[in-house]
């Protein structure tokens, strides 16, 4: 199913599908889910949401995979529920403006991610089980931060997660496993990793010739690495 508009796409009742893909592009305009009302559900196929300006999300269900785009502009919270916004298998997100705000991050219940913004804005993320970065990673090209946190499960980061513009990256997981398997870099800002409850967490600049020390000489604890942890001043 195929939803379009010059201008803004207004969800506001549930839109579903038993197998196929859904897909919505506002090409001048906004994705716009009414709060609570407007959901999309689909059994197994994909979702695809696509804005020249903002994504505001509610509730978006599939067991398929999901690509949020903003070109634009910001992908949002729209609920006033703290529940996922994003459920599903694998999700592309790639936004202008930010992806989530500094103060209300995208709630998931996804099986792996990929992240991009553009311009300005934080990528800010709380997923609700365990999630893994997977594909081209995680990227804030803006100045914002990365805030990736997951509240009951474990964390692999297996594609690189970078703040190149500067910003801080906190990964943290509550209270699992946090296995880092990627760089994890800030260009200027600090990088934290926390692994709940007796975690490893990384406040000071490390130089990139540097090497995290293998999991066997780290403090007992859910942290484990097989990469190198960058935060570099400019």
């Given at each position: 199913?195929?939803?379009?508009?010059?201008?803004?796409?207004?969800?506001?009742?549930?839109?579903?599908?038993?197998?196929?893909?859904?897909?919505?592009?506002?090409?001048?305009?906004?994705?716009?889910?009414?709060?609570?009302?407007?959901?999309?559900?689909?059994?197994?196929?994909?979702?695809?949401?696509?804005?020249?300006?903002?994504?505001?999300?509610?509730?978006?269900?599939?067991?398929?995979?999901?690509?949020?785009?903003?070109?634009?502009?910001?992908?949002?919270?729209?609920?006033?529920?703290?529940?996922?916004?994003?459920?599903?298998?694998?999700?592309?997100?790639?936004?202008?403006?930010?992806?989530?705000?500094?103060?209300?991050?995208?709630?998931?219940?996804?099986?792996?991610?990929?992240?991009e913004n553009f311009d300005t804005g934080p990528i800010n993320l709380l997923e609700t089980n365990g999630v893994?970065?997977?594909?081209?990673?995680?990227?804030?090209?803006?100045?914002?931060?990365?805030?990736?946190?997951?509240?009951?499960?474990?964390?692999?980061?297996?594609?690189?997660?970078?703040?190149?513009?500067?910003?801080?990256?906190?990964?943290?997981?509550?209270?699992?496993?946090?296995?880092?398997?990627?760089?994890?870099?800030?260009?200027?800002?600090?990088?934290?990793?926390?692994?709940?409850?007796?975690?490893?967490?990384?406040?000071?600049?490390?130089?990139?010739?540097?090497?995290?020390?293998?999991?066997?000489?780290?403090?007992?604890?859910?942290?484990?690495?097989?990469?190198?942890?960058?935060?570099?001043?400019?």
């Amino acid at each position: 199913e195929t939803l379009g508009a010059g201008r803004n796409v207004v969800v506001d009742s549930g839109v579903q599908s038993e197998s196929g893909s859904i897909s919505m592009r506002a090409r001048q305009g906004d994705v716009i889910m009414a709060d609570e009302s407007g959901t999309i559900t689909s059994e197994t196929g994909e979702v695809n949401l696509t804005a020249s300006g903002d994504v505001v999300l509610t509730q978006v269900k599939t067991r398929g995979d999901i690509s949020v785009t903003a070109e634009n502009g910001a992908i949002l919270d729209g609920s006033e529920l703290e529940r996922s916004n994003l459920s599903g298998g694998h999700a592309v997100l790639s936004a202008f403006a930010g992806i989530g705000t500094e103060d209300d991050n995208i709630n998931t219940s996804i099986a792996s991610l990929e992240a991009e913004n553009f311009d300005t804005g934080p990528i800010n993320l709380l997923e609700t089980n365990g999630v893994s970065i997977s594909g081209d990673g995680v990227t804030n090209y803006a100045d914002g931060n990365i805030d990736i946190v997951a509240s009951a499960g474990v964390m692999n980061v297996n594609a690189p997660v970078t703040a190149e513009g500067g910003g801080n990256v906190l990964l943290m997981t509550q209270p699992s496993r946090l296995l880092v398997n990627a760089p994890v870099t800030s260009m200027g800002g600090t990088v934290e990793l926390i692994g709940e409850p007796s975690g490893f967490d990384l406040e000071e600049p490390v130089e990139p010739e540097d090497q995290t020390p293998a999991p066997s000489d780290i403090a007992p604890g859910p942290v484990s690495t097989g990469a190198m942890l960058l935060s570099t001043s400019q």
